[in-house]
C-alpha cells in the first residue's frame, strides 16, 4: 500500500496548522489582541505541530518513520491541547479563584526567575483569565482546543490506518 495518503493527511495537517498561526498573528497584529503567556504557549506548540508535518511532507517517509511523525505531531496537539483547557478552566473559574491569580507574565518576569515565572503562569495569572476576543461564543483558548483537539483524531485515523494496512498486509515469502 502506498504511503500518500498518509502524506496527504500531513500536509493537511500541515495546512490547516499554517492557517490557524496566521489567524494567530493576525488577531495579534492585526487586531491588536494582547496573548498571554499560555496563549504564546499554545502558539508554541501549534508551531512545532505545523513544522513536524510540513517536514513529514517535505520527507515522505518510509512506514517507520512515519509512525515517528504522527507521534510528534500529537505529542504537540496533545501538549497544546493541556494548555488551552489549563486556560479554558482558568477562564470559567469563580471570580474569587481568579482574584487569587498572580499579575501580569511582564511583572513576573521583572520580579521572579524565569522558572518561578512559568511555574505561576501555568498556575494562572491574570491575564490568562481575561476573555478579549469571542466567535460564535467561544473564546480563543477555547477555539485553540477545537483545533487541537480535530489534529489528534486527525492523527488517531492516521494511525488506525497505517496499523490496519499492516495487518491486512500479506506476510512476505
Request: glycine content about 6%; some cysteine.
Amino acid at each position: 500500500m502506498s504511503l500518500a495518503p498518509s502524506r496527504s493527511l500531513f500536509f493537511l495537517a500541515f495546512l490547516a496548522g499554517a492557517l490557524t498561526l496566521g489567524a494567530s498573528f493576525y488577531l495579534e497584529f492585526g487586531v491588536s489582541l494582547r496573548p498571554c503567556f499560555l496563549c504564546q504557549m499554545q502558539r508554541g506548540f501549534l508551531a512545532a505541530f505545523t513544522l513536524t508535518n510540513l517536514v513529514a511532507v517535505i520527507h515522505n517517509p518510509k512506514r517507520s518513520v512515519t509512525y515517528l511523525y504522527g507521534l510528534a505531531s500529537m505529542a504537540f496537539a496533545l501538549l497544546g491541547a493541556i494548555t488551552a483547557v489549563r486556560q479554558v478552566l482558568l477562564q470559567n473559574a469563580a471570580p474569587e479563584q481568579a482574584a487569587n491569580c498572580w499579575p501580569s507574565l511582564h511583572y513576573m518576569i521583572e520580579n521572579l526567575s524565569f522558572w518561578q515565572a512559568l511555574q505561576l503562569t501555568v498556575k494562572g495569572t491574570v491575564d490568562c483569565v481575561e476573555i478579549n476576543w469571542t466567535l460564535f461564543d467561544l473564546s480563543l483558548p477555547e477555539w485553540s482546543l477545537l483545533f487541537f483537539v480535530g489534529m489528534l483524531i486527525l492523527g488517531a485515523m492516521q494511525f488506525s490506518r497505517l496499523l490496519l494496512s499492516h495487518r491486512l498486509r500479506p506476510a512476505r515469502r
